[in-house]
């Protein structure tokens, strides 16, 4: 099984609030169809519900947020999803939305919910999930993002691959030059911040990559705009990225 984290600044247009990139989606998807096991994927909320975690001033803090700003916040997820939904079915594929309060309850993983979702991803579907405000209790709400998403199912589920789908070719040693680490070893990497991406931006997606390769799990940072380089990944062959390489710590 394959999870597969589709990154917000990949699937819509940071700078533009609600738009997404069709072309870049319906690469994606084209080349999902190329890959013959199990897959599931999270999406992230890019231009949709970051930008509106942002104007409500919403975090990943449980906390009694703007019921509005939930709300849109809720609205703007489903729109997106929508947009993921049609360009895997018009490529033949058989997507199958759960949204996340379908495993979650407050902010913990429902593990039997969770095994449901790898019965749903082994048989011909493909599950599809996503970030989002969620009710966490005492009129409390909070922002789940894709990226703790993939922990959580990774820790379930046990996955042979996880990866995750970026605007950049993985890390880098290096921001001037871009200069390409290609296998983590520890070393703290330099980081580029969005400012709008209230759920942390990469240094986020570094902390729960770390986490999922600390279970012995692989995962791989990509380019998501070469989304050949995914395929690759999936069938051990050579490319650009950058590797968390799966070690259980005892």
Request: net charge positive.
């Amino acid at each position: 099984m394959i999870l597969i984290k589709l990154g917000g600044s990949i699937i819509t247009n940071k700078e533009k609030p609600v738009s997404p990139r069709k072309k870049t989606i319906e690469n994606l998807s084209k080349s999902l169809r190329k890959i013959n096991e199990p897959v599931i994927i999270v999406h992230g909320g890019g231009s949709y519900g970051h930008y509106w975690s942002v104007k409500y001033d919403m975090h990943t803090k449980e906390k009694r947020y703007d019921p509005k700003g939930v709300a849109t916040v809720k609205n703007s997820m489903i729109e997106l999803n929508k947009v993921i939904l049609d360009s895997l079915l018009k490529n033949k594929l058989n997507p199958y939305c759960l949204p996340p309060t379908d495993f979650m309850s407050g902010n913990k993983p429902i593990t039997k919910k969770i095994k449901e979702i790898a019965k749903i991803a082994n048989s011909d579907l493909i599950p599809v999930t996503y970030g989002d405000a969620l009710w966490y209790g005492q009129k409390k709400t909070y922002i789940l993002s894709g990226d703790k998403i993939m922990t959580h199912l990774a820790k379930i589920l046990k996955p042979r691959l996880c990866i995750f789908a970026l605007n950049e070719d993985g890390l880098y040693s290096d921001l001037k030059t871009k200069k390409l680490i290609y296998e983590l070893q520890g070393e703290r990497p330099s980081i580029s911040e969005n400012k709008m991406d209230v759920t942390g931006g990469m240094t986020r997606k570094v902390e729960e990559a770390s986490k999922i390769a600390k279970m012995g799990i692989s995962v791989f940072f990509v380019n998501g705009n070469k989304p050949e380089r995914i395929v690759k990944a999936v069938k051990n062959r050579i490319f650009e990225g950058t590797l968390f390489r799966g070690k259980r710590i005892v």
